[in-house]
């Protein structure tokens, strides 16, 4: 007699679509099969004891850039180190970018898939960057969400990629036409230039001053504006990384107008604050969009329960130590940008525990709000039919600093002297353990592409 089940997960309390309760989780070829009352009859050819931990859906990181090219060289991590932190941390997919570049945007978009393929241990998907709206991005539009690169990225700002308002009209236009969503790194760029001009000219570019060099007015203009033009298309719109109460106005005020605008924050907007530019090590903490104040901080957790916060990406991008902590005090020489892919569910696991949001809030905002956002098939919610993701929290549990990051590579982590509580005990990846008592056990190249779905059919199951 064969076996019912291949795996199932015993007496976890289990956080599903209607609440958490104690349940079995029953597992068969990579998906979740059946849930069933605690200590269920079913045999099964494994079992996993979840007594006391807490179960929730693999976390779904939508914002990272792993293996980033900057300078003419890439920062420190690659595919397996950078997804061996994810799943340690309890995130079973990201959603990275396809970096600008020459040439065909569907090749490009292809070998970014290979180049994962190779080495991750997490699935993936990716946003491409659009630079242009020249008549060959245009046209390739189409073909790229057919083949599953659903979400784009367009800068507003940063010499070298920004697109500017014209372009980000017709692009908009061409992503919407063909069921995408389009996506913004939202910060004015001219208001941007003026207030640094005017900050070299009173010598104010020691790291301390930071972030006035990037006002929260730059993000809420910005955001205005993709506003408007996506009511003018009839088009959903994303907002990469909003960072505090200015933005956060902007996506609340679009929102209450009817248009339907999703805003990603990030680990380090909900955890740290400006505090950080004063202390000695405040190079690590030069992040693009800035970190705002601590009220600005409490604002976007408010946001987290009133759902005008869809995900929390962790922006990871793992600059070696030495290129990120450069002599010098013109914080222009500082690249924007930090290691934290690891840190994300911890950090976000405690947050909403620490605020007694509960476990709820923590699957929306790790993972649900934005399977359904951005498309993924079969992620982000404990149910039969979708992916056996699943995070075996001991809710006890101390985790502590973002070990993984730093072993990896000789990178740096903003979260060093963070303690929290509830950290991820077991992860399985479709079914399969990736981490068994707090060590990785997975193996190189087992993370999948997920091929993501066009608006309107996003949510479904299989
Ligand atoms: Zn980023």
Redesign the pocket.
Known sequence: MSDAYDTIVRNGLVVGQTGARVQDVAITDGRIAALLPPDAAAPAAAEIDASGLVVTPGGIDT?T?VRWPHDGIHTTDDFLSATRAAVLGGTTTIVDFVPPGDGDLLNRCRNRVDEAAAAAVVDFGFHPILTSADEATLKAIGAVIADGFTSFKMYTTYEDRRVDDGAAWYLMKAIAADGGLPGFHAENHELLKSVLEHEVQEGHLGVEHYPRSRPGLAEAESIQMIALYAKRIGTPAYI??ISGSEALDAVQAARAAGVQIFAETCTHYLTLDDSCFRRPDAWKYVISPPLRGASDREDLWAGVTQEAIVSVGS?H?AYLRDAKNVPSDDHRAIPA?APGIEARTPLLFAGCVDRGLGYDAFVAVSSSRAAKVLGLPHKGVIAPGYDADLVLWDPDAEWHADLAVKASSNTFSLYDRMTTRGRPKHVLLRGTAAVRDGEFVGRAGTGRFIARRPRGEVGSSR
């Open positions: 914002h850039h990469f990384h922006d991008c940008g």
